[in-house]
């Protein structure tokens, strides 16, 4: 069909005149494609019968609305401090891109005079965040993300050494710890914040739950209309239960090891979901989140607010 109607074709490559382009046959495929992929993409949400404000929701990438630069610009910020300011609480944040989230959530809403906060990144591929030499070359064994070379194990045990060593541990009174986490690792996650409990006695340590779903919320969204099932009910549904991330295996283990490990669990299921619903869109019909277990800033501040009304923090934080 290319050769027969295309490349045989003797087009013109005279445009002396401006009324040459209206002979020029590429021309007005290109015109007729332009058209065409437009007017597909527009009417899209007809076609599958959503309303506009839902279509936008499905359309939410880590790139559209700067998303994924979201994520990560304000913990990346705070990591480059190396001391707190002399107020009354001074909150050291460890994890990865989860961590990124929990602090958005709270900048959201605003935090006092009274907080000074400073973060540690770990990689999400290293799965823990704090153990001794020999617990975390026992712990790389079970990592797919080292056995498979997407990490050097090298990388893993300089950046959790370095916590290790940060003496910024022992300078905070609120640490609050927030990864990717997998259930494999729960042995070694509670050794994690055993370590950090026995390097600071008196502080108030925060651990915070995951959050993640089997799909990313977009496509929650997009099925559960097109499937006809109420959205709350579907991404209930969709809470993580794969093989890596059991979100009621992860959330009875943090439960079960909060008294004797001295640490409050913050429950984030428990903050969008309840009594077999998710509740992942505000309002107005805004996602809060851009993929299966990031935030937008719709996300971070909803998510924020709900924190704040539960007191889960003291009233001047």
């Not at 005149?17 to 290109?30: E, T």
């Not at 009594?275 to 998510?303: M, S, W």
């Amino acid at each position: 069909i290319s050769n027969r109607y295309i490349e045989k074709i003797k087009f013109t490559n005279d445009f002396s005149y401006a009324s040459s382009y209206f002979r020029c046959k590429p021309l007005y495929m290109v015109v007729i494609l332009t058209i065409t992929s437009f007017a597909i993409f527009n009417k899209t949400k007809y076609f599958y019968k959503l309303p506009d404000d839902v279509f936008g929701a499905v359309l939410v990438t880590s790139e559209s609305d700067g998303n994924s630069r979201y994520t990560w610009d304000r913990i990346k910020q705070l990591e480059k401090k190396i001391e707190f300011k002399n107020v009354k609480y001074k909150v050291l944040t460890i994890g990865d891109s989860q961590s990124g989230d929990f602090i958005n959530t709270l900048l959201e809403v605003g935090l006092s005079h009274n907080v000074d906060v400073i973060s540690r990144i770990v990689s999400a591929r290293c799965e823990v965040f704090s153990l001794e030499k020999n617990s975390l070359y026992e712990s790389f064994k079970v990592n797919n993300n080292i056995i498979n070379g997407d990490i050097p194990k090298e990388r893993c045990e300089e950046e959790i050494l370095k916590i290790n060593n940060d003496s910024i541990v022992e300078q905070a009174n609120v640490i609050i710890i927030t990864m990717f986490w997998k259930d494999k690792n729960i042995s070694y996650i509670m050794e994690s914040i055993g370590n950090i409990r026995n390097r600071n006695k008196n502080a108030i340590i925060y651990v915070v739950g995951g959050k993640s779903f089997n799909k990313p919320i977009p496509q929650i969204i997009y099925e559960s209309y097109y499937k006809g099932i109420q959205l709350e009910t579907f991404a209930f549904n969709e809470l993580a239960n794969n093989k890596e991330v059991n979100s009621n295996y992860q959330n009875e283990a943090f439960t079960r090891n909060q008294n004797n490990l001295n640490f409050n669990y913050i429950n984030m299921v428990g903050i969008i979901c309840n009594e077999g619903e998710c509740f992942i869109l505000n309002g107005k019909n805004q996602p809060l989140f851009y993929d299966n277990v990031h935030l937008t800033r719709v996300g971070a501040k909803y998510i924020g607010l709900t924190i704040k009304r539960r007191n889960f923090f003291p009233s001047d934080f």
